[in-house]
């Protein structure tokens, strides 16, 4: 069999930054304390716990099995995540992305060149999933600002809603930057439409479901934070899952 022409590019890229609030905590708390609970610890826990953060509607992040990371440190851990259904014309499909999420001293990568589609018979009878390359890179970085109190205008507004680049110094906050290339053989009825008009289709249904997952879940992982950094029995619970991973190895 001739190896497949994947003439059809969709390539798209986007950024979203969520504000990092961290209550203030009591007077009495020992410096220690401050620097245990700060935005850097937090984003060096395990990150087989990124399965507790919450996930936009119809998507989800499953730790696979094998990958036991019970502390920091720089070994990848895989995990499979499902997108919420995107729909092509037509067609409706939901990707399901095997993915490495590989911790680093200024950063977390999360990288995959391994996805599958499901949701149509249309898939199975062209073998869509043999024809196309996939490769994506999300960058999580963050600004710790240990100074950072919480901000008094903020009943107007979520503080954590999705900022511009130009976001004013001084606040701690969580970024992550995505690319994603796909190349594709497009199959029959799709492949009689001229390819500017499948990219250009391809590129808007795809930069919109990036935008969707991205900014939820940079959103939800500030929150989480909030919430960790602030609630001792939900710091001890996340203590206590590095501590069952431990003794399952």
Not at 3 to 11: F, M
Not at 51 to 68: A, H, R
Not at 170 to 181: F, P
């Amino acid at each position: 069999t001739s190896s497949r022409i994947k003439d059809t590019k969709v390539a798209v890229e986007g950024k979203s930054t969520a504000l990092v609030i961290r209550p203030p905590l009591p007077p009495q708390s020992s410096t220690s304390l401050v620097d245990d609970v700060s935005l850097t610890n937090y984003m060096r826990l395990p990150v087989e716990q990124y399965v507790l953060i919450e996930m936009p509607l119809g998507s989800s992040l499953t730790k696979l099995d094998g990958n036991n990371n019970s502390s920091y440190n720089e070994t990848p851990t895989e995990f499979e995540l499902v997108v919420p259904e995107i729909t092509f014309f037509n067609l409706t499909l939901q990707p399901v992305v095997l993915c490495t999420v590989q911790p680093m001293d200024d950063k977390v990568v999360i990288s995959s060149n391994n996805c599958y589609l499901r949701g149509s018979p249309f898939i199975e009878k062209t073998r869509l999933n043999e024809r196309f390359d996939f490769q994506v890179r999300t960058s999580l970085t963050w600004n710790d600002d240990d100074d950072m109190q919480v901000l008094s205008k903020s009943s107007s507004a979520d503080n954590n809603e999705q900022r511009n680049d130009d976001e004013e110094e001084g606040c701690s906050s969580i970024t992550a930057t995505t690319s994603i290339d796909v190349d594709v053989d497009v199959p029959r009825p799709f492949s009689s439409i001229p390819k500017f008009i499948l990219q250009r289709t391809g590129n808007a249904a795809m930069k919109l479901s990036l935008k969707f997952i991205q900014a939820n879940f940079v959103r939800n992982l500030a929150n989480d934070y909030t919430k960790w950094c602030s609630d001792d029995e939900y710091r001890s619970y996340r203590a206590s899952l590095s501590l069952k991973e431990t003794t399952n190895l």
